[in-house]
């Protein structure tokens, strides 16, 4: 099931993606959903992301199938072809056309209108296509083609052309993506596949009447696990989400994603981790209605007034994932987003609430951003690099994984269809929280020190101890330390932007009017870039904070309305 887009306001040619994988065997059966002129749903879209495998296995999380979405720890900014990759298999050239698996040729029939007429399939040589299609250096390059893409450069053009560049990679860094997702196998895959056959079944009455109805399994051999993905661990799982009566056909909508995020947040301990595309949040019942936000605050003042140590990290992009030259002040929609973005995290709204202890609230919350730098075609160059992860994580012991953004349209059940699983861990290790001995969950602990190594650049570095994350030493030292020294730096070398210094129009055309020590000096520079260690970065809270990001009367969009942004 795929979502079928309005195509004046979104580029994402499922229809191309629907006759593809039609294309490919009369099994295949594919929908999208929603049919906007009978539904009259323009505004919301099926966000979720799910992939289901015979109802025992089940991926959730916010990783779409779509271009940009490959990465890894190292989240690399260029990828030429000439720099060789150590792989962990041969090359791709030292295959041949020969050594491909051959396949017999087939003459299918056509079974099914929407087929189109049989055809034949013949053997496939990946390496002979990728040389079809003037990838000579292949096998030292990660993104091909359309996967490799920078979309607050130029977003996506030509979706059905999957091996053209639609920017040059020799001038031009990627943008890095930054993501998350879950495996869930028994009881948690069923409720999951039970979602899906619940969507399946609702949108086959409206639209396909000649494909089969879904039927779920049975809960009672749930527990017969015929395969597991490596390194799963045994935990409680519930499933999340946000569903109504246009997404899923519900009499009531649903809204549990929201419920666990504040009830998370509500009954935590010692600190909560949050990785999000979005932080529009803060109710003011007039535009905002989630309360994510105000559970975060009211957290942080309960913690004051009880005189305790707790901690609150928030990971999102210093940029919305929208086209638009940030050194003229941006698009239409990404100064929209930021609008709602800024006015939701900064002192004006979230630290507001928390005025009334002062300077003491830097002592409890740290919003961040990621970057990182390279040398491309001997420049040296930086990007951000782009959280699209939808994830929280709890004293140790609970995590949230999904699709749903920190926003209203993800979080208020009616608008966006979502997904989402809350693990509770069951199997505990001794660790430490707060300076005292603690029983933190297998799961969740990991799964936090993995988080906290990637970006702190600790992965090659196991002796660092980042066992506690409610310490004063940890907090202020490394953290708060480490995001606070790669900015400067990064300022220094490059004049970044967002930038704090920047609060208007008119400073930022002086802004990018002075010279760059990357440019002016590229061997100080890299001496410079040396001393940065991972990828965290603080937040520019202030950035173009003196002037309206809203859309201009007579844009389009100013047209749409404003739920569409948050």
Request: aromatic share 10%.
């Amino acid at each position: 099931m795929l979502y079928k887009e309005v195509e004046l306001a979104l580029g994402i040619n499922s229809e191309y993606s629907k006759r593809t994988l039609m294309r490919l065997h009369p099994n295949i059966k594919v929908m999208r959903h929603p049919d906007h002129v009978s539904s009259s749903v323009y505004l919301w879209a099926h966000h979720e992301k799910v992939v289901v495998i015979d109802q025992s296995v089940a991926f959730v999380g916010g990783i779409d199938l779509a271009y940009g979405r490959w990465d890894d720890n190292e989240h690399r900014l260029t990828d030429v072809g000439s720099v060789k990759r150590v792989t962990a298999g041969p090359s791709l050239s030292s295959f041949t056309a020969e050594t491909t698996e051959s396949m017999e040729s087939l003459s299918l029939q056509d079974k099914n209108k929407a087929i189109g007429k049989s055809r034949k399939f013949s053997k496939f040589s990946l390496y002979r296509h990728l040389h079809r299609h003037h990838l000579h250096d292949a096998d030292s390059i990660s993104s091909i083609d359309s996967d490799y893409c920078n979309f607050v450069f130029k977003d996506w053009v030509q979706l059905d052309k999957p091996f053209a560049d639609f920017i040059d990679r020799h001038s031009t860094p990627r943008m890095p993506w930054h993501d998350i997702a879950s495996a869930v196998h028994g009881k948690a895959a069923r409720d999951v596949a039970r979602h899906f056959i619940q969507r399946w079944n609702f949108t086959k009455v409206l639209s396909v009447l000649s494909y089969p109805f879904l039927l779920p399994k049975s809960q009672t051999t749930a527990h017969e696990l015929k395969y597991q993905v490596p390194g799963s661990v045994h935990c409680h799982v519930q499933l999340l989400r946000s569903a109504a009566d246009w997404s899923a056909g519900i009499k009531y909508h649903e809204e549990s994603i929201h419920t666990a995020y504040i009830y998370v947040i509500e009954n935590s301990k010692h600190y909560i981790y949050i990785e999000n595309q979005f932080f529009i949040s803060c109710a003011d019942d007039k535009v905002v209605f989630n309360k994510i936000g105000d559970a975060i605050a009211q957290r942080i003042l309960k913690a004051h007034r009880e005189n305790q140590r707790y901690r609150v990290y928030v990971v999102i992009p210093l940029l919305p994932g929208f086209e638009g030259d940030i050194s003229t002040g941006g698009g239409n929609a990404l100064q929209a987003i930021m609008h709602f973005n800024y006015r939701c995290q900064s002192s004006k709204v979230v630290c507001f609430q928390l005025s009334i202890i002062g300077n003491q609230w830097i002592n409890y919350i740290s919003f961040c951003g990621l970057r990182t730098h390279a040398e491309l075609e001997g420049n040296l160059v930086t990007e951000l690099i782009y959280v699209h992860s939808k994830l929280l994580i709890a004293d140790d012991n609970t995590v949230i994984i999904g699709s749903a953004n920190i926003n209203d349209r993800s979080m208020l059940g009616k608008r966006d269809s979502e997904m989402a699983v809350i693990v509770q861990d069951t199997e505990t290790v001794p660790s430490v929280m707060d300076g005292e001995e603690y029983q933190a969950g297998r799961f969740a602990q990991g799964l936090r020190l993995q988080s906290f190594r990637v970006v702190l650049g600790y992965l090659s570095d196991p002796s660092e101890n980042i066992q506690d994350p409610v310490s004063d030493k940890f907090f202020k030292e490394v953290w708060v330390a480490t995001a606070a020294r790669n900015a400067t730096i990064y300022d220094k070398v490059f004049r970044c932007l967002p930038n704090d210094e920047v609060h208007n129009l008119i400073q930022l055309r002086d802004f990018i009017s002075k010279p760059i020590l990357a440019k002016e000096d590229p061997i100080r520079a890299e001496e410079e870039l040396k001393k940065i260690r991972g990828f965290l970065v603080q937040f520019p809270f202030y950035f173009l904070s003196e002037e309206s990001l809203l859309p201009s009367v007579g844009t389009k969009e100013a047209i749409v309305p404003t739920e569409v942004w948050t």
